[in-house]
């Protein structure tokens, strides 16, 4: 291998990512953009709900639960209804988030000391989001049958439950692998659709060589654009950080890597550049819905589990997300590191198989 032949490969796809305008607002701007709009947008919290409230019982007990429900934070609108009818139909329609039914009898048992049971009726098309607003309910409720004995919550690492500390630094994990997986995966496909790609398996350049040069950018790449995720979060979010920036930055590199063998197996089977984006997107979309930034591994059917395991994503979030917040202990960081290890040793031991089979 030569390494003055090798730098300059390493150049050549450096000044053709960058040179190009469409490439670079492909590359620049939109990450950018998805970390401003997903930082905000990419919420659990339930605000504004609309809840419609049909009340049976004019006590106070009845008046007092109806009033802590209409001022909580979560509820942007109240609705009240009249009968049963009226709360269907908001249902329905699609008008109300949750219905909210308190029988006449509500006041008697409150004051009696009894169990106090009120009726919720959900928007099951809005599952999660009615969800949610139930467990807001719920703690509404809990509270007011326990006003002599309050009960505390706390929630450990975020106590407000800010969810930019969760979802900012999952971001500096799915953008760059965005970006890694797109700058591979352009890399060999663009050579073929441009011509380059015969002078290429001419040139006194080893098939090492041209597989070097074309992963090595995409790392840089995809490394450059998580360390200003993980910037970002620092400075611009405010995300407490606890763990340690080396043990991150290694892990950062090593998830890159990882995800470099995945793209140049697309590049290397792609004959354009609209069939390798077109595959990142086929890849990229099941590898961050099954990778517990949406739905908890654990949650999944054990088939699934395992191959979550197998996606770099998987381990480097759980990097991310205690390297921020848990002050994550070196032997957890290890334990996921070397699961990366083993993806990338795997994906470009694949990539390169595929393409030296490409380039003879």
């Known amino acids: 291998m030569n390494g003055s032949r090798l730098l300059a490969q390493i150049i050549k796809e450096l000044l053709s990512l960058l040179r190009d305008p469409r490439a670079r607002a492909i590359l620049i701007l939109p990450p950018l953009l998805q970390l401003m709009i997903f930082s905000f947008a990419a919420t659990l919290e339930v605000r504004n709900a609309t809840v419609a409230v049909f009340n049976e019982d004019t006590g106070q007990p009845a008046q007092e639960f109806v009033t802590d429900v209409t001022s909580a934070g979560f509820v942007g609108h109240v609705i009240t209804v009249h009968s ?149 979060a620092l400075l611009l979010f405010q995300v407490p950080f606890t763990g340690s920036l080396l043990w991150l930055a290694g892990a950062l590199v090593l998830f890159i890597i990882s995800v470099v063998g995945i793209g140049l197996m697309v590049s290397a089977v792609s004959e354009t550049q609209q069939q390798a984006i ?48 848990k002050s994550i202990p070196a032997d957890v960081v290890i334990s996921h590191l070397w699961p990366l290890a083993l993806i990338a040793l795997v994906t470009l031991s694949g990539a390169t198989l595929v393409v030296r089979k490409r380039l003879h």
Not at 196 to 205: A, M, R, Y
Not at 289 to 306: H, I, K, R, Y
Not at 315 to 320: E, M, S, Y
Request: proline share 7%.
């Open 278 to 325: 077109l595959g990142v997107f086929a890849l990229a979309v099941p590898m961050v819905l099954m990778s517990g930034f949406a739905t908890p591994v654990e949650n999944m059917p054990d088939l699934l589990q395992w191959m979550a395991q197998a996606i770099p994503l998987t381990h480097f979030l759980v990097i991310v997300q205690g390297s921020f917040l």
């Open 84 to 232: 049963r009818q009226e709360q269907d139909e908001l249902i329905e329609q699609g008008r109300a988030l949750l219905t909210l039914h308190i029988p006449e009898d509500f006041s008697r048992h409150r004051l009696a000391g009894q169990p106090a049971p009120v009726q919720v009726i959900l928007d099951g098309q809005q599952a999660n989001a009615a969800q949610v607003a139930l467990s807001y309910l719920q703690a509404i409720a809990m509270e007011q049958g326990n006003r002599v004995e309050p009960m505390v919550l706390r929630h450990a690492f975020n106590p407000n439950l800010i969810y930019q500390w969760y979802v900012v630094p999952s971001l500096s994990g799915i953008l760059s692998m965005l970006i890694a997986l797109a700058v591979t995966a352009l890399s060999i496909s663009r050579e073929r659709e441009l011509g380059t790609f015969d002078q290429l398996l001419v040139s006194p350049t080893t098939p090492l060589e041209i597989i070097l040069a074309k992963c090595l950018p995409a790392v840089l790449m995809g490394f450059v654009m998580g360390s200003v995720m993980i910037t970002a």
